[in-house]
Every structure is written in structure tokens, then in C-alpha cells.
């Protein structure tokens, strides 16, 4: 350790939650390098919507210093619900912004450049990816990258996600398939070139729930519309179906099956989507999953709990960030700020991987009796 400069921190991951911990380390003046594999910010698109909650991502925020600006680009009326019948596309249920701070939306694209602006420049050396962290005698941690290069620091954080590289420093758990794997595509242009569709799903999000299938949409910047055909199927299912996943005709065909005796209205997100249709099987880890403190070391985000998307696992993240950066700050050695970390972030990750497990059940129902 430098003592002018503080722990040399190394966090493995440009994602909201690696994002998050460097901007709150830098805003207290420690130095920090976030080291991500992609090759620059835009090497991917990056998905879609998400909306933050008041005590998790937006306390991030607030720590973050980025709170306004969150708001400025958030979407408050994203937060409306409805869910609507398959059979004839009836309005079952509809819930409209709760107004006062609430949940409000915003692209998850917009929230990682906001982020990314916020940081010292040079923070994030893209393009490494790390292969391996071992932990040394001494308390320190030694990445590898791929590269063959290799780097110590006082502090590893993976905040690498799902298939994490720092994770079997600290465990031997790996993720399992949910049953359930989400279709998406989506629609440009909505409120002119498809303005049935766009009524349809309002100004946030519309479900609608059949046996074993489900279909989400959702209103994202710019008058694009995401959508999911959600499947609880094997993680092969294309394979018995006899589907070539780059044969977007077949994958289109095949849904528009599944989608036998639901109204045209919802059939036609299937028949007239203008993007690919992209094959994502939902993984998660076991629950509960904890380690024994290894010195040097910790994980944050999905790499620590990754979840079903029930709409935590990015508020998580980024409260794993915030709060990890808060304890290296206050505590007097890293790892008595790994150790206070680690004892709240575990057990409030097990209640809400157990409350997104619930919550995938509801979305996509084995049954709709
Ligand atoms: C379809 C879907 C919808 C979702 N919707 C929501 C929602 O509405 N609300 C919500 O809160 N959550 C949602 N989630 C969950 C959310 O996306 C994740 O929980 C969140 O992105 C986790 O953030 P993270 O920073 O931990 O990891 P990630 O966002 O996965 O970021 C990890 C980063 O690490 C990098 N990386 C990976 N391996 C390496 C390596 N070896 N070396 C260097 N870098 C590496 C990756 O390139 C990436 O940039 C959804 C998830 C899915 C799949």
C-alpha cells in the first residue's frame, strides 16, 4: 500500500456495479482502476430498461453524487404497469407512476454512460480481461489477464457478473439454469411506424402471462420498445424444436406457435418485430451462496448473487458498489472494510435472490390456473 494514495483497489468489470464503486471511491479521493474486457465503452449494445428504487440504485446514485442527473435523463412515467389477457388482450390489472421519487426508468445504456462521464479519465482500461486472481500470503490478491500479464493489488472486487473470473477465488458455486429462457426482440420508431403496439404498451411496461409462456414489453428511450418472449422451457429447447437460432424465420415461426390462441393483437409482437430475435437463458446462483472472508478479495453484483431479473439484480449491484466503497472509506484497513461489507451484502442478497426466485414463478407460471 501507497500511503499517500491509499489500497491499490482493482475492481474487474465496467458494469453498473464495478461503475458505481469507483465513481463513490474517487469522489472520496481514493485511487482506483477498473479493469474491463470489452474493448471500449460501445463494443455492445446494452440492453434494455431498468428502473431504479429509492433505497438500492438511486441511494447508489445519491452516493454517487449523479442523483440529478439520473433524473434528468429518468424516465418517471416508465413505471407504468399493465397486464392484459391473453386470450383477448382485456385489461386485467394497471398501475400507474407512483409518483414521489418511486421507480422511475431509464436506459440501462444512459446509466452506464453516466457512469462512465463520471469518472477520472483512464480509470477504466478497456480491452483486459482477466483470466484468474489468486490470493497471496501476504493479503494482497495477483490478477492474471489474458494477455499473460499479471498485476497485484490490495484489494481484487470482481464485479465481472454472471461468469465471473474472480469468483472461484472465493467459491466453488456456479450458476444454473433458471427453466426459463427470455426471447427478446424489439420495435423502433413505435409511436410512428407501429402506433397500435405503442398504445398497446403505454408509457412503461405491459405483461401478459400464458401456461409455461409469457410476454413482457417494455417503452425504452426514444420510442423503442423491448420485448420478451419469456419461455419456461429446457435450456436446449430449440434443439427439440428443431429451430436453428440463426434462422430468424424458423425462431419467429416457432414463437408465433407457442403463441397459438392469443389474440393477433400480442401475436403481432412476434409476426412484425424489427430486430433479431436473441436467445438469453436465464442463470442463476444457488441461494443461499456466501464464502469465508479470504483476505484481498471480495465480489459484488451478480458476480456475488446473480438473480432472476424480477428487477433487483442492477439496484443491488450498484448498493454493493456504493456501500463497498463507503466501508474502504471509513474503516481503517481494507480488510475490516471487506469484512463490514461482505456482513451486510450477504444476507440482504440471500432475502432477495429468494424474492426473485418468487418472482420469475409469477412471471412465468407453470400453469395459468
Ligand atoms: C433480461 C434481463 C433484464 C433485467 N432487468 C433488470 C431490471 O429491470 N432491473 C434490475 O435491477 N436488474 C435487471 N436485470 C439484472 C441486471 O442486468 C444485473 O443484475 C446487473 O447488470 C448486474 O450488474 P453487475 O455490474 O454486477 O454485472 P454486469 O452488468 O454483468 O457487468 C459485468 C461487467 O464485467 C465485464 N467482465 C466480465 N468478465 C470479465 C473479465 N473476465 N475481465 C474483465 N471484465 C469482465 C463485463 O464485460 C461487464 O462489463 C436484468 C437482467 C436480464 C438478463
Redesign the pocket.
Known amino acids: 500500500m501507497n500511503p499517500a494514495r491509499g489500497p491499490r483497489i482493482a475492481i474487474?468489470?465496467?458494469?453498473?456495479?464495478?461503475l458505481t464503486c469507483a465513481r463513490v471511491l474517487q469522489r472520496h479521493g481514493r485511487s482506483v482502476t477498473v479493469?474491463?474486457?470489452?474493448a471500449s465503452a460501445d463494443a455492445r449494445p446494452q440492453?434494455?430498461?431498468?428502473?431504479l428504487h429509492a433505497d438500492t440504485?438511486q441511494a447508489a446514485l445519491r452516493a454517487a453524487g449523479l442523483l440529478d442527473r439520473f433524473q434528468a435523463l429518468s424516465r418517471p412515467e416508465g413505471e407504468e404497469w399493465r397486464v392484459l389477457d391473453f386470450a383477448d388482450a382485456a385489461l386485467l390489472a394497471h398501475q400507474g407512476p407512483s409518483g414521489a421519487g418511486g421507480r422511475p426508468e431509464i436506459d440501462r445504456g444512459q446509466l452506464r454512460g453516466l457512469l462512465l462521464d463520471s469518472l477520472t479519465e483512464g480509470t477504466v482500461r478497456w480491452g483486459?480481461?482477466?483470466?484468474a486472481v489468486t490470493p497471496l500470503a501476504d493479503g494482497t490478491c495477483r490478477m492474471l489477464f489474458g494477455d499473460d500479464t499479471a498485476a497485484d493489488f490490495d484489494l481484487v472486487v470482481g464485479?465481472?457478473?454472471?461468469?465471473?473470473?474472480v469468483r472461484p477465488a472465493l467459491s466453488d458455486a456456479a450458476p444454473r439454469y433458471t427453466g426459463v429462457t427470455?426471447v427478446?426482440t424489439g420495435f423502433d420508431h413505435c409511436d410512428t411506424r407501429h402506433p397500435d403496439l405503442a398504445r398497446l404498451v403505454g408509457n412503461g411496461s405491459m405483461l401478459v402471462k400464458g401456461a409455461g409462456r409469457s410476454l413482457v414489453a417494455q417503452r425504452n428511450s426514444n420510442g423503442r420498445i423491448r420485448a420478451?418472449i419469456a419461455l419456461r422451457a429446457p435450456q436446449d429447447w430449440h434443439v427439440a424444436a428443431g429451430v436453428d437460432l440463426g434462422d430468424q424465420r424458423a425462431v419467429r415461426t416457432h414463437l408465433l406457435r407457442m403463441l397459438d390462441g392469443w389474440d393477433e393483437s400480442l401475436r403481432s409482437i412476434v409476426r412484425n418485430s424489427d430486430s433479431t430475435f436473441i436467445n438469453?437463458s436465464?442463470f442463476v446462483l444457488p441461494v443461499p451462496h456466501t464464502w469465508e472472508h479470504v483476505p484481498g478479495v471480495t465480489l459484488?453484483?451478480?458476480?456475488a448473487h446473480l438473480m432472476p431479473?424480477a428487477?433487483?439484480?442492477?439496484?443491488?449491484?450498484m448498493l454493493d458498489g456504493s456501500d463497498l466503497a463507503h466501508a474502504l472509506v471509513a474503516e481503517s484497513s481494507v480488510d475490516d472494510a471487506v469484512r463490514a461489507y461482505e456482513s451486510a451484502m450477504l444476507p440482504r442478497s440471500i432475502e432477495a435472490a429468494t424474492g426473485s426466485a418468487q418472482g420469475l414463478d409469477r412471471l412465468v407460471p407453470a400453469t395459468t390456473a
Open positions: 474487474v468489470g465496467a458494469g453498473l456495479g464495478g479493469f474491463e474486457r470489452e440492453g434494455g430498461t431498468l428502473d440504485g483486459r480481461a482477466v483470466t464485479a465481472d457478473g454472471a461468469w465471473s473470473r427470455f427478446e420478451y438469453r436465464l459484488l453484483g451478480d458476480a431479473p428487477g433487483l439484480g442492477a439496484n443491488l449491484a
